[in-house]
């Protein structure tokens, strides 16, 4: 009869353990033998009364990770700020280099010969200041398939500073430096001239 009593007092004690807890977010572990009363943060009940009578413990179960911790959600996550971002380029350089994040020879004419790399050298201000993403790419004289086509991040900064480099730009002609936002609008060109 003790044992009995003893089992009972634990059951409400665990009843309503779970149901205080309703409030707080659910999370990836296990929940409480009794915790399935709850099934949303955002849909608990009023606490109501737990019967006494005695009932065989539920058989354990395992939840899913909530949406927004899984990778896809994370990736959601990053994608929504990337979008959101604001981004203008304040400075766009064509140079043989960069150095301490600055370019190096900077330039509108460079000889194939004499340049292995050429660079792009980007510098933004990110008004929203959350995270976004650029791309910069090459395009040839003859208005062919462009080089290089790399995609930067750009960190949640009022101002950022990157660059991409290209050893494809070795026809002769006018090339045009062109960087992209995240969703595909441009957002600045720079021509420059290659020389054999």
Known sequence: ???????????????????????????????????????????????????????APPAATVTAPAPAAT??????????ARGAAELKVKRLVVAAGVKDREPVAPGTTFRAPET????????LENRSEAEGEITVAFVPPDGGAPVGNVTLGVGPSPRWRTWAF?????????????????????????PFEVTL
Request: glycine fraction near 8%; hydrophobic fraction near 45%.
């Open 1 to 55: 009869m003790a044992t009995k009593m003893a089992r009972r007092m634990m059951f409400l004690a665990l009843c309503t353990v779970s149901l205080a807890g309703c409030g707080e977010r659910h999370d990836a572990r296990p929940p409480a033998p009794a915790a399935a009363a709850c099934p949303a943060a955002t849909q608990c009940p009023e606490p109501v009364a737990v019967a006494a009578a005695p009932a």
């Open 71 to 80: 990778a896809a959600g994370v990736k959601e996550r990053k994608e929504k």
């Open 116 to 123: 292995e790399r050429l660079y792009a050298f980007i510098e």
């Open 166 to 190: 290209t050893r494809g730009a070795r026809k002769a002609g006018e090339w045009t430096a062109v960087v992209r936002s995240g969703t595909g609008e441009e957002l600045a060109r720079a």
